[in-house]
């Protein structure tokens, strides 16, 4: 391949990934052509897309758009797998058609600019989303207020029954 098609391949790859900076790296080249269609196409009803390409060309691309931590996972068969809702989400795919298809095998990836071996993408896989971790932000911040809210209304409520039952016990002219 002469270097103005490589150049040709390399904008083509960065085209398709654009802004996304983290990756996750598997192995389908043991699949067969079955297991392999149904896969990429459930991960495109995820919204994630998978794009297998010689190492040296996708490195080279990913290093252009200052994507790093992927070169000692990108050896051998290796597809790229990107998108989703955050990077939790595509790793919890990820695993789960690892788990689901015994022949598709993680390599690892990379994660803001730090490499993750398969382990790690496991381990990422069974944290907390995106939508999870803005879900207890949300609810710790909004505990010292309902917490407020509760002496608030707690001495009040108190005192509004101590008078509704004194108003009781008064007899009317």
């Given at each position: 391949m002469g270097r103005h098609v490589k150049d040709m391949v390399i904008s083509e790859i960065q085209n398709r990934i654009g802004d996304v900076k983290d990756f996750?790296?598997?192995?389908?080249?043991k699949l067969d052509a079955f297991s392999a269609n149904r896969w990429r196409l459930a991960l495109r009803k995820g919204g994630i897309r998978a794009l297998t390409v010689k190492n040296s060309i996708a490195l080279n691309a990913l290093k252009r758009k200052g994507v790093?931590?992927?070169?000692?996972?990108?050896?051998?068969?290796?597809?790229?797998?990107?998108?989703?809702?955050?990077?939790?989400a595509l790793a919890r795919a990820v695993a789960k058609f690892a788990k689901d298809i015994e022949?598709?095998?993680?390599?690892?990836?990379?994660?803001e600019g730090q490499a993750l071996n398969a382990a790690a993408?496991?381990?990422?896989?069974?944290?907390a989303g995106r939508l999870e971790t803005i879900g207890e932000l949300a609810g710790l911040m909004l505990a010292p207020?309902?917490?407020l809210a509760g002496c608030l209304q707690?001495?009040?409520?108190?005192?509004a029954g101590q008078l509704k039952t004194l108003s009781e016990k008064e007899p009317t002219a």
């Amino acid at each position: 391949m002469g270097r103005h098609v490589k150049d040709m391949v390399i904008s083509e790859i960065q085209n398709r990934i654009g802004d996304v900076k983290d990756f996750l790296v598997v192995d389908c080249s043991k699949l067969d052509a079955f297991s392999a269609n149904r896969w990429r196409l459930a991960l495109r009803k995820g919204g994630i897309r998978a794009l297998t390409v010689k190492n040296s060309i996708a490195l080279n691309a990913l290093k252009r758009k200052g994507v790093e931590g992927l070169d000692s996972v990108l050896a051998g068969p290796s597809t790229l797998v990107w998108g989703g809702d955050d990077v939790v989400a595509l790793a919890r795919a990820v695993a789960k058609f690892a788990k689901d298809i015994e022949k598709l095998e993680i390599k690892g990836g990379t994660v803001e600019g730090q490499a993750l071996n398969a382990a790690a993408v496991e381990t990422l896989s069974k944290s907390a989303g995106r939508l999870e971790t803005i879900g207890e932000l949300a609810g710790l911040m909004l505990a010292p207020g309902r917490q407020l809210a509760g002496c608030l209304q707690g001495p009040g409520g108190q005192l509004a029954g101590q008078l509704k039952t004194l108003s009781e016990k008064e007899p009317t002219a």
